[in-house]
């Protein structure tokens, strides 16, 4: 009995000389009682979402939303922009008559596939024509290009000069296989606006020359191609992305009534933007079925603009926005931490030009991006032996 009231006031000795060293580090807890008041999350919060967005994604939104899916997006391969590339859903064959060495034609190409640029403000500053030829005669052709023209919604017609005549159209080694020939490459249209806002349709007018009769039943397929670099402004262009997200576990751990009682969730974003794109951001918290609980806070909060050099449009040097720490009460993260989705909204203008404090056309690459960083830290009461918490 004697031995056990030893332990009991070694113990207790012990325990008052580790509180009395705590109340001189912390003097707070004097007013607090015995209860110790403790941050326990590491030293920069729980990670809870890496969520990155690159320009491609930004632009194969334009596309999704698009009527009339009749174009797609690709890469420029020589500078790697982000493009729109337009054609023809299906290859336009012609045919001749059953004997010629000379033959004349006009084919023409509606432009209403251009349509949904036209209400997405892209505002194009060159367009890129190639046009490839499938051959499945054995017989050679030489072309020569007599006119090509678009016209415009009020009916004027315009010319796009274009040299074909040092072109030779291959042949195909046996009949009914085809053969490729690239007839123009990559050919430089300045100024497209025209054709891509008020365009209504492409007129090709050229002609065939060729030393021998070609078979009898074959044909010329053409594949006109029109390449359009993505310059454009955007005003308010509103993207939503979903990551799930585990606040229950959160809770259960640093809320164990028996032992921890938590005071307040701090939540800390970090965007890191490398988009030409000046912005708003809003976080909001959703249940299974997507249903809101509650946002991060009740205004948006603004996201800097990288600034493109004005020669190449390229960003070097991506601009971090730092938010101030956003805390809520435990009564209030007790209602949102059955969220099982976070949604990010973000709504995306143009950058304002410097010089003229105006919105600027802007150009996406493969290397543009925006992460955003989003973690929290737990502020608890200790009600009792901390080593009863497990984590």
């Not at 010319?159 to 296989?177: F, M, W």
């Not at 191609?225 to 959160?250: C, G, M, Q, S, W």
């Not at 973000?346 to 950058?351: D, I, L, Q």
Request: aromatic share 12%.
């Amino acid at each position: 009995m004697k031995h056990k009231s030893n332990c009991f006031l070694i113990v207790a000795i012990i325990a008052m000389g580790v509180l009395f060293q705590a109340c001189l580090k912390d003097k707070t807890l004097k007013d607090k009682g015995f209860n110790m008041h403790v941050n326990i999350s590491p030293a920069y919060g729980i990670p809870l979402v890496n969520l990155t967005i690159e320009g491609k994604d930004i632009v194969n939104q334009i596309n999704k939303d698009s009527a009339t899916r009749s174009y797609f997006l690709d890469y420029d391969p020589l500078d790697y922009d982000l493009c729109v590339i337009t054609y023809d859903k299906t290859n336009i064959p012609f045919f001749f008559p059953q004997t010629f060495k000379q033959f004349d034609t006009t084919l023409t190409y509606p432009l209403d596939f251009f349509s949904d640029l036209r209400k997405d403000g892209w505002e194009p500053r060159q367009a890129f024509l190639s046009l490839y030829v499938d051959n499945k005669y054995t017989t050679d052709f030489r072309p020569t290009i007599k006119k090509v023209e678009y016209e415009n919604l009020l009916g004027i017609k315009q010319s796009i000069p274009i040299d074909l005549n040092k072109i030779n159209i291959i042949q195909a080694s046996l009949y009914g296989e085809f053969k490729r020939t690239l007839a123009i490459d990559g050919f430089i249209i300045n100024n497209p606006m025209d054709i891509v806002f008020q365009g209504r349709e492409l007129t090709l007018s050229f002609g065939l020359e060729t030393t021998n009769y070609p078979d009898f039943g074959g044909s010329l397929n053409l594949n006109p191609i029109i390449k359009v670099p993505a310059y454009f402004k955007l005003n308010n262009f509103v993207r939503r992305d979903t990551t799930a997200v585990n606040l229950t576990e959160i809770a259960n751990v640093f809320n164990d009534t028996s032992v921890a009682n938590l005071q307040n969730v701090t939540f800390y974003l970090s965007i890191v933007n490398g988009l030409p794109l000046r912005g708003e951001l809003q976080v909001y918290f959703v249940d299974e079925n997507y249903r809101l609980i509650d946002s991060i806070q009740k205004q948006e909060i603004n996201l800097l603009s990288a600034i493109p050099n004005a020669s190449d449009f390229r960003v070097e040097t991506p601009l971090t926005t730092t938010p101030d720490p956003i805390t809520i009460s435990g009564e209030r993260f007790d209602k949102i931490k059955n969220a099982k989705y976070l949604i990010f909204k973000e709504t995306f203008s143009s950058y304002l030009d410097p010089a003229t404090n105006t919105p600027s056309d802007i150009k996406l690459f493969k290397s543009n991006f925006i992460t955003i960083l989003l973690s929290c830290k737990i502020d608890t009461h200790l009600e009792g032996d901390p080593s009863e918490i497990s984590y």
